[in-house]
């Protein structure tokens, strides 16, 4: 049977973090509406199969509270859709604070007859909206909410089915061609011995298993995997709590052919069969990145800790090359 369509209708007061909500919606995979008219709102729903969200507030051409619910109750009759209505809200003094340091108009504060002061657009907005609110499926308090924390509530509650939380892309580079300037974690890999000195393997690269035999042969190198991985493995989950989406760690040596490659190879493919979004790409032999789709989380193998499958050598790097 398949799975209802979801649709999440975005509303709130003012400044209280609608658009937010609707830009981690988009990172979900929804298509995203910004201020349709009410008119069209339940023509969104025609097309296309993917999840949708709409934002509406008291700007909306055609807004009035009760045809907006008129509509969500329309939308919720439909079948094969699952529609929730999200609220965001905040306290007065937060709402006005946001406002001060912005400096932009309440929309129900605009001068003329509504007057100007956005204390008065706060109080007339909040009247208006209270119908939509106490039909909200669920209210967001924005006003001591961190932004990755009001991420982490959205996701939690529509993330889809198998959307990943984190792209990891894993590159290999050479360092006297430069540092990848996208990448967040950079790691020197030159203490490594390096297969460009043996004859036999100086045409091959890292993707050739006879240069992956000689730089595991290395005596630093099951040192080396074990620390990487295991300052990787608690690192990543730590990111998507913050909300980062795509991360590119960087493993570079002198050419960027041999060992770079090689372990870029096995980093990705350690990271895929813990569940993660892992591509590879290896910027001095080719720039196209090999997609690769998630793979089921795995439990720990004993060659990843005996460094059997990947790199190992005690000398990692921060977060940026050591030096040479």
Request: with cysteine; net charge neutral; glycine share 8%.
């Amino acid at each position: 049977m398949t799975a209802p369509r979801p649709f999440v209708l975005v509303t709130g007061l003012s400044g209280a973090g609608r658009a937010t909500i609707l830009r981690v919606l988009e990172d979900l995979g929804f298509e995203t509406v910004d201020n349709p008219p009410l008119s069209i709102l339940e023509g969104l729903v025609e097309d296309g199969a993917n999840p949708l969200a709409a934002g509406i507030d008291t700007r909306t051409r055609g807004f009035e509270p009760g045809e907006a619910l008129a509509v969500l109750e329309r939308l919720r009759a439909r079948p094969g859709l699952a529609v929730s209505l999200v609220f965001a809200t905040a306290e007065d003094a937060v709402l006005l604070r946001r406002f001060t340091e912005t400096r932009r108009r309440h929309p129900l504060a605009p001068g003329g007859p509504l007057g100007s002061r956005v204390q008065d657009g706060i109080a007339r907005e909040a009247a208006l909206l209270a119908p939509l609110r106490d039909a909200a499926d669920l209210v967001v308090d924005t006003s001591g909410l961190p932004i990755f924390r009001l991420r982490q509530i959205i996701e939690a509650r529509f993330r889809p089915e198998g959307t990943p939380g984190l792209s990891v892309l894993v590159q290999s580079f050479s360092f006297p061609r430069g540092l990848p300037r996208e990448a967040d974690l950079v790691f020197d890999l030159r203490f490594l011995q390096n297969p460009h000195y043996e004859p036999l393997l100086r045409p091959l690269t890292g993707l050739d298993p006879a240069v992956g035999d000689y730089v595991r042969a290395d005596p630093d190198f099951p040192g080396f995997w074990e620390r990487l991985t295991g300052f990787l493995d608690p690192l990543l989950p730590r990111y998507v709590a913050e909300g980062k989406k795509y991360l590119t760690i960087a493993l570079g040596c002198t050419g960027g052919r041999h060992r770079s490659v090689f372990l870029t190879e096995a980093l990705a493919d350690h990271l895929r069969r813990r569940g993660w979004r892992a591509d590879s790409a290896h910027r001095e032999l080719d720039p196209v990145p090999h997609i690769h789709a998630p793979a089921e989380p795995a439990a720990p193998t004993p060659s990843d800790s005996q460094g059997q499958e990947a790199p190992t050598n005690p000398s990692m790097s921060h977060s940026r090359a050591m030096p040479s």
